[in-house]
């Protein structure tokens, strides 16, 4: 579990499944998420979210550090740990905590946890283009020094 100065990010949590199935169905979330059409999901897929989780590289359960409510998530996935230690990051934070800064300090944690934690040397991520508040915080984390680089992809297009 680690701290920042208004969140915990910790490991994923079997009790986060209800948590995370409210997250993924929450179309105000998904509209920044996916361009695939947005229907509710099953129960079941809670099984999918787990798997998810569990196969990510990091995965943090975000939540607010004073009132330990589920914020939302945010992961990194390395496909090829030898090769070239190329990290995929993504996020998913409950509206309610939209626009506070809380996206851009559990990004920046996670990104900083990834390159001196785990040694990844870029992280890379995709998003869609009307997605304007996560692509100012993509912005803001974009660095390019010492072997470290965050990629950031606009609907295929390099930001």
Not at 90 to 103: A, D, H, N, T, V
Not at 136 to 153: D, F, T
Request: positive net charge; contains cysteine; aromatic residues 8%.
């Amino acid at each position: 579990m680690f701290t920042t100065e208004r969140l915990i990010l910790r490991g994923f949590e079997d009790n986060d499944l209800d948590d995370l199935l409210a997250l993924r169905n929450d179309a105000r979330v998904m509209r920044g998420v996916t361009a695939e059409p947005i229907a509710p999901r099953p129960t079941k897929y809670k099984e999918s979210l787990k798997t998810l989780a569990e196969n990510s590289t990091i995965w943090f359960t975000i939540v607010h550090r004073e009132t330990r409510q589920f914020m939302g998530q945010c992961s990194i996935k390395v496909v090829e740990p030898v090769k070239n230690r190329d990290g995929l990051f993504g996020i998913s934070m409950l509206p309610e905590f939209w626009g506070k800064g809380y996206g851009t300090e559990a990004t920046r944690f996670t990104v900083d946890h990834a390159f001196r934690g785990l040694g990844v040397q870029r992280v890379s991520l995709s998003v869609l283009e009307g997605n304007k508040a996560a692509i100012a915080v993509y912005k803001k984390m974009k660095r390019v020094g010492n072997g470290e680089q965050i990629g950031l992809m606009d609907t295929g297009k390099t930001v």
